[in-house]
């Protein structure tokens, strides 16, 4: 089953804001076809486990947490096994840990705060996924999105940094994730921003403007799946 891990070398990037909405809505979405979702949160910091202990949690989550003596790559084989997606909150250091649980990613998804100095870390988090694909002699797709971006306007840093990624072929993702205040409050208060109550959110509208965003984010998600599956087949088809 399709493993969707979230990496990035800088701390604050969204990282865990992403893994934790894509999880939430690829099990919102799956309820009703009984589909489960494993998080495994393989950060130190483990916000994501944070999460995922508060009341709200879409039932058909695994939750699962890596410690120091865990084995990372044997967690996200066994939850490959159980669901439908695999969600990886992956630590941001650079080791031999990260290399191999990269390694077993059919999508690197790379969050970016729009500035040039998080777009540096970004090309620093490629770079390992690039590694990870010699290594394992493999393909490993990735797409960069964009986080934290202003709902009123696309500034000029974000279109001269999605401009620098695509002349460097690398794929940005259509949708970036839009700073909401709902989605901190899911770690507040727990849920997801489909259940979240509109009292525990400051903004004007409410959580519903996050929801519209997590479920283009989570489409946009699919088709790359998609792509990546169909291109594999070709590479195949014509080796």
């Not at 999880?23 to 494993?38: C, H, I, P, Y």
């Not at 290399?99 to 970016?112: E, M, N, Q, S, Y």
């Not at 279109?159 to 690398?170: D, I, N, P, Q, T």
Request: neutral net charge; aromatic residues 6%; contains cysteine.
């Amino acid at each position: 089953m399709p493993t969707i891990i979230f990496s990035s070398s800088k701390g604050g990037a969204g990282k865990t804001t992403a893994a934790v909405v894509l999880a939430s809505e690829f099990a919102e979405q799956g309820q009703a076809k009984g589909l489960r979702v494993a998080l495994v949160d393989a950060d130190p910091n483990q916000h994501s486990a944070a999460w995922a202990a508060k009341e709200g949690k879409p039932e058909n989550i695994d939750a699962l947490s890596v410690g120091k003596d865990d084995d990372i790559l044997q967690v996200i084989e066994e939850a490959q096994r159980n669901a439908a997606f695999v969600i990886v909150d992956l630590e941001g250091a650079a080791s031999s840990t990260v290399i191999g649980a990269i390694a077993l990613a059919d999508l690197v998804v790379v969050p970016c705060q729009p500035s040039q100095n998080d777009a540096r870390e970004a090309a620093k988090t490629i770079k390992q996924v690039q590694y990870a694909a010699k290594v394992s002699r493999r393909t490993i797709p990735f797409v960069v999105v964009f986080s934290r971006i202003s709902a009123a306007i696309f500034t000029k840093t974000n279109k001269h940094l999605a401009a620098e990624f695509e002349s460097a072929g690398v794929d940005v993702l259509e949708t970036a994730l839009i700073d909401r205040e709902a989605f901190k409050s899911i770690f507040s208060f727990g849920g997801t921003v489909n259940t979240l109550e509109r009292k525990n959110t400051r903004e004007a509208a409410g959580p519903e403007k996050a929801a519209e965003n997590v479920r283009a984010f989570a489409e946009d998600i699919k088709r790359r799946l998609l792509k990546s599956q169909q291109q594999e087949t070709e590479r195949v088809a014509h080796a």
